[in-house]
């Protein structure tokens, strides 16, 4: 029998070890980081990231590029995520990999927190600073408080160099110039290892005699004295008198070196200034949205209604990131990430221009594998089965008009 346990032993041993060797050398490749797996409807819902922009797409260590771009926060924000009131700029990267030089909303700098309102467009720009050779997927991202991470598409930026030519100065208020990546770095190590081994220096002072049985039969026996003798009491003194002075002596030192800190800064930021959009004169009015379960298309029917005075075309539909284009109408020139855009997309029933005062109602299809592979098509589980987009037209001299929409979308089975 015991051999039998020995040997059951022995192989998941050898089995554990087996399958850590493998998950060490399976490295897969991520080509998307969590967005995929959030509810289609939130991300169609939320925030709608536009006419963003990497301003590279290979840099060198110590060398800055910038995501820029404007987001619209979407009125019918759904009721699970709290609303935009504390709200924060990041960049989806693992980890420091780049570091963020500086982020700004409507010309502010928002290294803080920032109340957004719901409806209205905002332009940022993140300034990045590369870091750590490698391929990364940049995204912006906003994070909401009581909501989540709302993460914009991503886009691959390769890193070039070595990471220990990195360098992060900066130049305080009193004059110097530091550098970020390893300043006061030694001072961390120094405390630590001298309290440490203060710490340990105490232990091994007692541990130098016995330390359980002989001293439990002597406190047990009524002699617990006889186990502390004078010199005992003499280190412990010296042991709580040195750490007193140490503390005393190290704070007023450091405030001489130091004389001028200041707290942490922090608080939310408000009143953050809004993009106005040119004011659309294009109307559109979702008769009735579909998408085929399985597929990897939506079906829209919008009549569109022209109040302005030149011809409009309906060029690109943008939802989730997921950029569906008419190439006759748009033509991308921005580098945006191949994965999220359908070039040819955007299939319009009748996508003659749309005369001024003229109304008319169009079959339009959003179609790409993109559907599919971001899991919009996974609105078949959410518990609110609506979707949001923005709808971009033109005119004849190029220029853009933006309108969301927004409507039920009613899945339809074979
Ligand atoms: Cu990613």
Redesign the pocket.
Known sequence: MKMIKDKVAKLSFVALLVAMTAAMFYAPTAS??GEKSQAAFMRMRTIHWFDLNWSKEEVPVNETMTISGKFLVFAGWPETVDKPEVSFLNI?IPGPVFIRAGSWIGGQLVPRSVSLELGETYEFKVLLKARRPGDW?V?SMMNVQGGGPIIGP?KWVTITGSMSEFVNPVTTLTGQTVNLENYSLDNVYFWHALWYAIGLAWLLYWIKGPIFVPRHIAVSSGKANSLISATDKKVGLLFGLGTIVIVAGSMATTNEKYPVTTPLQAGLLRGMKTYQMPEATVTVKVDDATYRVPGRAMQMTLTITNNGDSPVRLGEFNTAGVRFLDPAVHVDETGYPDDLLAEEGLTVSDNSPLAPGESRTVEVTASDAAWEVYRLADLIYDPDSRFAGLLFFWDANGNRQLVTIDAPLIPTFI
Do not use: I, K, L, R
Request: no cysteine.
């Open positions: 998307a980081h989806g997927h995204h991503g």
